[in-house]
């Protein structure tokens, strides 16, 4: 029997995005309990995926600070993994007030005697662009 060969950093990032993928495949087709599950575990700012990738790419940005300063990179690099960061961070933090409710969509209700007040659908979606 052959052993298979060693992880690298290039194809662990291939696994990752290949598996990132099959996640969102599932969260599509899930019943909104287990969705709920999933945004939870992604969408944790501290231990999730999202804060994950954002510490990823800050990073990257480190990375491309370094190189920029000895003229290998462009300094444009730089500023734009910087600037991603820093939007991913904030995306975080807006998405982090949110996070709680989504956890508890995941959790199963506990019987009560009396009637549950139905919650009330909205129509109104903002989105903000910064």
């Known amino acids: 029997m052959t052993n298979p060969p060693p992880l690298t950093s290039v194809r662990l990032a291939d696994d990752i995005a290949r598996q990132l993928s099959q996640l969102t ?8 309990h287990e969705a709920a599950q999933i945004l939870g575990k992604v969408l944790d700012y501290d231990e999730g995926l999202l804060g994950r990738v954002t510490n990823l790419v800050a990073t990257g940005s480190r990375f491309a600070q370094d190189h920029s300063q000895r003229g290998i990179l462009h300094p444009e690099v730089w500023l734009a993994l910087g600037r ?16 709680g409710t989504i956890k508890q969509l995941a959790t199963p209700a506990t019987p009560s005697t009396s ?16």
């Open 84 to 99: 991603a960061a820093n939007e991913l961070d904030s995306v975080g933090e807006d998405l982090n007030e949110h996070t």
């Open 25 to 32: 495949q599932l969260l599509a087709q899930s019943p909104p």
């Open 115 to 130: 009637p549950a007040a139905r919650p009330a659908g909205s129509a109104m979606v903002v989105r903000r662009h910064r």
